[in-house]
């Protein structure tokens, strides 16, 4: 691609760049905005739209190797070397045509990664978030061990059905998850409400529900009194 005088370390980075100024954008104007309108954008739809995106991401990213294949002197070995042994030439499609797969990469992050981790924090019970945030990290690395076998498609000429491949698993997942678990946004508040896990009696339960609540009422106290002494000062 002509990158027109533009560093790769540029290009490579549109991702994180994305997700730095989107997340602000999404979580001042994007869902108040939805939530003003009456728009229930739930978590289960986030995560449902964030593997969409994903799949668009891939599908535009696909689209436009198939293009670098078709303008390319060495058809589709773009990356290798011609019959002289001189290294292919770079095609006329600008480098910056690849932001938008960047992009929609980065929305999908924000739609299912960060809302996942989010809604497994908060429907957690209470000593387990930390233990339920551990299995939402091991699944990344589930899907990098499912990359690694991709490995063998990441180079010329099959990168359309590496990018094409992804989109379609992508879509698919999206698909099942949203009718797999479309039922747990009616459940919402039940969810919020679960009771602090335990591995142990129902008596042993209670004494830390009781416990949790005491320090609860004790730090509320402290607070309250932290305020009336500002004020009296």
């Given at each position: 691609?002509?990158?027109?005088?533009?560093?790769?370390?540029?290009?490579?980075?549109?991702?994180?760049?994305?997700?730095?100024?989107?997340?602000?954008?999404?979580?001042?104007?994007?869902?108040?905005?939805?939530?003003?309108?009456?728009?229930?954008?739930?978590?289960?739809?986030?995560?449902?739209?964030?593997?969409?995106?994903?799949?668009?991401?891939?599908?535009?990213?696909?689209?436009?190797?198939?293009?670098?294949?078709?303008?390319?002197?060495?058809?589709?070995?773009?990356?290798?070397?011609?019959?002289?042994?001189?290294?292919?030439?770079?095609?006329?499609?600008?480098?910056?045509?690849?932001?938008?797969?960047?992009?929609?990469?980065?929305?999908?992050?924000?739609?299912?990664?960060?809302?996942?981790?989010?809604?497994?924090?908060?429907?957690?019970?209470?000593?387990?978030?930390?233990?339920?945030?551990?299995?939402?990290?091991?699944?990344?690395?589930?899907?990098?061990?499912?990359?690694?076998?991709?490995?063998?498609?990441?180079?010329?000429?099959?990168?359309?059905?590496?990018?094409?491949?992804?989109?379609?698993?992508?879509?698919?997942?999206?698909?099942?998850?949203?009718?797999?678990?479309?039922?747990?946004?009616?459940?919402?508040?039940?969810?919020?409400?679960?009771?602090?896990?335990?591995?142990?009696t129902q008596q042993q339960a209670d004494?830390?529900?009781?416990?949790?609540?005491?320090?609860?009422?004790?730090?509320?106290?402290?607070?309250?009194?932290?305020?009336?002494?500002?004020?009296?000062?």
């Open positions: 691609m002509s990158l027109h005088g533009i560093p790769n370390d540029i290009v490579s980075n549109l991702d994180p760049l994305a997700l730095i100024i989107l997340i602000p954008i999404c979580d001042l104007f994007l869902y108040p905005a939805l939530r003003k309108a009456g728009i229930r954008f739930t978590p289960i739809k986030k995560i449902t739209a964030g593997f969409i995106t994903g799949a668009l991401a891939m599908v535009w990213a696909a689209v436009i190797q198939a293009y670098i294949y078709r303008d390319s002197a060495c058809g589709s070995y773009a990356s290798g070397t011609m019959a002289d042994g001189s290294t292919c030439p770079n095609v006329s499609i600008n480098v910056w045509a690849q932001t938008g797969s960047y992009v929609l990469i980065a929305i999908s992050e924000i739609f299912a990664s960060i809302t996942s981790l989010e809604y497994g924090f908060s429907k957690a019970p209470k000593n387990m978030r930390s233990l339920v945030a551990s299995f939402a990290l091991f699944m990344t690395a589930i899907s990098a061990a499912i990359g690694e076998a991709f490995v063998p498609l990441s180079t010329d000429p099959l990168l359309v059905w590496n990018y094409g491949s992804m989109a379609v698993i992508s879509f698919v997942a999206g698909v099942a998850f949203w009718f797999f678990y479309r039922q747990l946004d009616k459940d919402e508040d039940k969810l919020n409400m679960l009771p602090t896990g335990h591995m142990g004494d830390i529900e009781r416990r949790m609540s005491v320090a609860a009422q004790r730090k509320a106290s402290v607070v309250a009194d932290e305020k009336r002494d500002s004020r009296e000062s």
